[in-house]
C-alpha cells in the first residue's frame, strides 16, 4: 500500500508511484478491501469529490494527469464510478451527501431506466450503453 498511496495528494492514486487520482480505488471498500472508515479511503473520497466530481458526475480520472491510455480527448463522466461514490459514502456516515448524488442520477437514466456507461458534461449518453439482445 505504500507505493498505492500519494501523501502530496493525500489520496491513493492510480497506481504505484503515481501522482493521478482515479475513481476505481472507490471500490476499495465495496469489496472489503479497506474499511470505508479508514482514513486514508476518507481522504480519497473527499478528493475523488473535489477533484474528480462535476453537476455530481464523476469522471474515473482527470485525462491530463492520468497515465496514458491510449484515448485522445477528453472523457465523459462514468456512471458506475458515481454510484460508488454514492455507495461509499454513507460506509462513511456521510448519508446527506449520498443521498443528493444518489437522486440526482434519475435525471440522467433514460425511458427504460438504463444508464450509459458514460455521461456527458452536457447530459449525453456516451459510451456503451446495455442492450437488449436479439431473439
Not at 460506509?91 to 440522467?108: C, K, T
Amino acid at each position: 500500500m505504500g507505493h498505492g498511496w500519494n501523501g502530496q495528494r493525500d489520496a491513493f492514486a492510480q497506481h504505484y508511484d503515481s501522482e493521478a487520482l482515479d475513481a476505481a480505488n472507490l471500490i476499495m471498500p465495496l469489496v472489503f478491501f479497506m474499511s470505508p472508515t479508514n482514513p486514508r479511503m476518507i481522504r480519497t473520497v473527499n478528493a475523488t469529490l473535489k477533484e474528480l466530481t462535476s453537476d455530481s458526475l464523476v469522471r474515473r480520472y482527470d485525462p491530463g494527469q492520468a497515465a496514458d491510455d491510449g484515448f485522445s480527448g477528453d472523457e465523459g463522466t462514468f456512471s458506475l464510478c458515481t454510484f460508488w461514490l454514492v455507495e461509499c459514502l454513507p460506509r462513511q456516515g456521510r448519508l446527506d451527501e449520498a443521498r443528493f448524488l444518489f437522486e440526482r442520477m434519475p435525471g440522467y437514466a433514460n425511458h427504460l431506466g438504463l444508464y450509459s456507461e458514460e455521461i456527458s458534461l452536457t447530459g449525453e449518453a456516451l459510451g456503451n450503453f446495455p442492450r437488449r439482445s436479439p431473439t
